[in-house]
């Protein structure tokens, strides 16, 4: 049996600044690059020969929820 269910919210203060992260590698990160809705990578991981002929996008960490969740 367990107690344990559901979210737990982050005991942290929520003041502190939340900087981006790359969901692939775990870095903090200023870029993300994604082929359609699917990142990749970002500036830290990212290595452009690793997708060649594909159509890949810069995007902002900051503007994409999946980057700014906690781990
Ligand atoms: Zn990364």
Redesign the pocket.
């Known amino acids: 049996m367990t107690s344990f269910w559901g979210h737990q919210d982050n005991p942290f203060p929520p003041d502190e600044p939340r900087r981006p992260r790359?969901?692939?590698?775990?870095?903090e990160?200023e870029a993300?690059y994604l082929i359609g809705t699917e990142i990749i990578?970002?500036?830290?991981?990212?290595n452009p020969g690793d997708f060649p002929g594909e159509d890949v996008q810069e995007d902002n960490p900051w503007e994409d929820s999946r980057c700014l969740e906690d781990y």
């Open positions: 790359c969901p692939v590698c775990g870095e990160c993300i990578g970002c500036d830290m991981c990212y």
